[in-house]
């Protein structure tokens, strides 16, 4: 148990599907991300959230939309997802960003795949 | 651009030890991580390094050299349950981190 959950584990749908991810820490921290891993390929960071405040967003498509309504919740809501998109999506948290030795814990992902 | 190598996968025998090299270019320094993700699990952080040296924990170390941009992470007293594929990961001058593919660690009885 890292202190990160994430919802849910498992994710089917078609490419004209809106589903969202769901990710909660309950570790106190004030920092969250959203990775994607694709298999043998780095973590491609796709969004920071410092403070319910959105700090980075690496050109990520607007089919991926991010929303942090507090710093213990983030989601992830998807719209007419691509089959490249399959994936498995991590959520993170730290305690916050811009600082060196600033420890990243993980949820377990949600593995996505796009018909 | 910037770019973390660690080799793809590695095999080793249950009760020796393993070595896994990472080397980085990247733009600044903050830092050096090492994540173990095992199958369809979280990645959980093993260590962090910022200063030249080894770092020791337990069966597990890690070794930094800032100067020639290589890193590695040092198991000893291999167990199954080592089996895992191993992240590195730096942390650049905007604190973010830069992430190599993993190397997957397949250990034998």
């Known amino acids: 148990e890292t202190g990160v959950t994430q919802t849910p584990r498992h994710l089917v749908m078609g490419m004209t599907n809106k589903k969202s991810l769901k990710c909660e820490q309950h570790?106190?921290?004030?920092?969250m991300y959203w990775y994607k891993q694709s298999a043998k390929k780095p973590l491609e960071l796709m969004f920071v959230?410092?403070?319910?405040?959105?700090?980075e967003n690496n050109s990520v498509p607007s089919r991926f939309s991010p929303e942090c309504p507090n710093s213990s919740h983030l989601f992830l809501h998807l719209h007419t997802l691509q089959p490249e998109d399959s994936a498995l999506y991590l959520c993170?948290?730290?305690?916050?960003?811009?600082?060196?030795?600033?420890?990243?814990?993980f949820g377990a992902g949600t593995r996505l795949s796009v018909l | 651009g910037q770019n973390i190598d660690q080799p793809t996968e590695m095999t080793a025998t249950e009760g020796a030890i393993v070595q896994i090299n990472c080397t980085y270019q990247t733009s600044g320094f903050n830092g050096l991580f090492w994540y173990q993700q095992h199958a369809g699990e979280a990645p959980t952080f093993l260590s962090y390094n910022v200063l030249d040296g080894l770092e020791e924990k337990g069966r597990f170390s890690s070794f930094l050299s800032r100067s020639k941009g290589y890193s590695y992470l040092l198991l000893k007293e291999l167990q199954m349950k080592d089996s895992a594929s191993y992240l590195c990961a730096v942390m650049d001058s905007n604190y973010q981190l830069i992430w190599g593919a993993g190397t997957k660690l397949i250990i034998k009885p």
């Open positions: 959230y410092n403070f319910k405040e959105q700090t």
């Open positions: 570790l106190g921290h004030n920092a």
């Open positions: 993170a948290s730290s305690q916050g960003t811009g600082t060196g030795g600033n420890i990243q814990y």
